[in-house]
């Protein structure tokens, strides 16, 4: 589990996850975010590799669930073969957002927290209202 508090709205941290131009601000290079349940999820990464799943769960403003997985021959974890479970929690100063990645094999569990640990300090940068550093994964 991975989480962050943003000094922004559920409302606004939200708008993030069920928008191509927003989703693609602060992860990959380009998107298809048909954010409602049955809908697609597919990002190109800047290295060329796309990530692909679908939506099983969409509450405005409080939770998100998607599969998740990596197109390509023969990839470890194909699309659909995980779950991303994104809570929104009103607080304070804004939001908790607490990402939980379900069903990796035990070899891809810790790669996929670092990419959730960079990727969502870059969310937390955007959704505050700044401008992130360039995408590593673009170098």
Do not use: K
């Not at 708008?15 to 992860?27: G, P």
């Not at 998100?64 to 304070?92: K, Y």
């Not at 990402?99 to 891809?108: D, E, K």
Request: hydrophobic share 40%.
């Amino acid at each position: 589990m991975v989480e962050r508090s943003i000094n922004a709205s559920p409302a606004t941290v939200f708008s993030f996850f069920s928008s191509e131009d927003r989703w693609t601000a602060w992860q990959g290079r380009s998107a298809t975010i048909e954010a409602w349940p049955g809908g697609t999820f597919r990002m190109i990464m800047p290295g060329g590799e796309i990530a692909g799943g679908q939506f099983l769960e969409v509450v405005p403003n409080r939770r998100i669930v998607f599969t998740w997985g990596w197109e390509g021959n023969n990839h470890p974890v194909p699309p659909g073969s995980s779950t991303v479970e994104i809570d929104l929690l009103p607080e304070a100063a804004g939001t908790r957002l607490r990402l939980t990645h379900r069903g990796l094999a035990q070899p891809f569990i810790d790669h996929h927290h670092q990419g959730w640990q960079q990727y969502l300090a870059r969310l937390v940068v955007v959704a505050q209202g700044g401008q992130p550093e360039p995408d590593p994964g673009a170098c």
